[in-house]
């Protein structure tokens, strides 16, 4: 694309404005043309560059600076007289001096109120009619026109290039991150095992470090699941459609992939993981489990991760000294899971938006610590496994209940 100054101009827009200035030379007898456009400017009048002459050249080098058609004044004065007689009155200048061109025109390029340029066209023995005036008038408009589109595309460009230029930000930034967060929980891993050669079964540290240790597996996990899919989407350069606004991404592509197996696999592990937590606050996390459940139909790890939130989610938004009670029950077609607690609730205006991305409706005010993400993940999660989900609030079930209290509860298919 040829530049001249601080003009961006296409091969294209070059050859179109030829192709109208000779009509002009074909229809109207015209001596010679010239367009010219505005530069950017900070200063109330632009700059205007030369970028074609017709038929003396194709093109103009960006060495001519000089108005060689326009009437002797300053550009300036030229470039106001023209617009303010466009904006008055319409008029079209015309320079009958004596002069070697007597029969000149001046019409600006102007698009909704901006000034892209001026066309300047001249003859030397016939005065233009206004019929003629008019029909110049269109190939102005047309060449306008050309040039605005040009000047969108231009933009488009750059955003374009400014967005991959943030990507490959972005990407190198997840990179990093990814591999220096491999470092430290190796080293969490590390330690727990060690720590745990050193304890007996019986002692209390044994099981917490079994706990740091499940949990820097489920991490690492997580982490490898990530990686993978990010690094498939960097490689295929174009995201689907369907992951677009995705939250659960990060499990494997395989989410919708389905297998039979018990609910206590994921549950004892959870309960010990959540019981650490809700022991800071001294919360009593309850549980009411059915001891002959059949196995259910469902994703392990994403069923993992449904749960882990809820509960979490569960501990996070009681006070202290509050109950959290888990309980499983199930029918004939389904497992229900029931996670109650004695929290804050959720209003009604809330639960409307509950599962939106970062929304947090009243809590956004709270001292709760929060991203608005939880839910999203789960309501997502849900969704590609097959799990409905449900939520009451208020939802009073102990006595003495101070705050409001919510139940969620997940219907999960199962195999028979």
Known sequence: MPEYEEVRVSEEFIHLCESQLRLLLQNFLVQESIIYLTTPNNSQTPKLIPILVYPNSATVSSQLNTLSFLPSKSVKETFNEVINDCFVSEKIISNTSNSDSPY?????????????GLLTTTRKSLPWRQNEIIQIKEIVKTITLARIIEQKQQLTELKLTQLEKLRILENNHI??????????????????????????PHESN???????????????????????????????????????????FFLTEKIELLEKFNIQEIIEPLIL?????????????????????????SNKKALTEILYNLLENAVKYTPNNG?????????????????????????????????????????????????GLGLTIVKELCDKI??????????YWTKYQQEKGTQFSLFIPINN
Not at 210 to 230: G, T, V, Y
Not at 328 to 339: S, Y
Not at 350 to 359: V, W
């Open 323 to 371: 109950k959290v009670l888990l309980e499983i029950k199930q029918n004939k077609t389904e497992l229900i899971i029931e996670i109650s607690d004695t929290g804050y609730g959720i209003n009604q205006e809330d639960q409307l938006h509950i599962f939106e991305r970062h929304y947090r409706g009243t809590q956004d005010k709270s001292a709760i610590d929060g991203t």
């Open 386 to 395: 097959g799990v409905k989900i449900s939520l009451i609030s208020p939802y």
């Open 175 to 200: 990179d990093d991150f990814l591999h220096q967060l491999r470092n430290p929980l190796t080293a969490i891993r590390t330690f727990a095992k060690l720590l745990l050669k050193r304890l007996l």
């Open 104 to 116: 000149q025109l001046i019409l600006p390029l102007i698009y909704q109120d901006l000034v892209l």
């Open 206 to 248: 044994y099981q917490v470090s079994e706990n740091i240790i499940r949990e820097s597996d489920r991490m690492k996990d997580l982490i490898a699941d990530f990686n993978e899919q990010w690094e498939g989407l960097n490689n295929n350069k174009i995201l689907p459609l369907n992951s677009i606004g995705s939250t659960s």
């Open 273 to 297: 993981t959540i019981k650490a937590i809700s022991e800071e606050k001294n919360i009593q996390l309850l549980t009411k489990i059915n001891n002959s459940l059949l196995l259910v139909n």
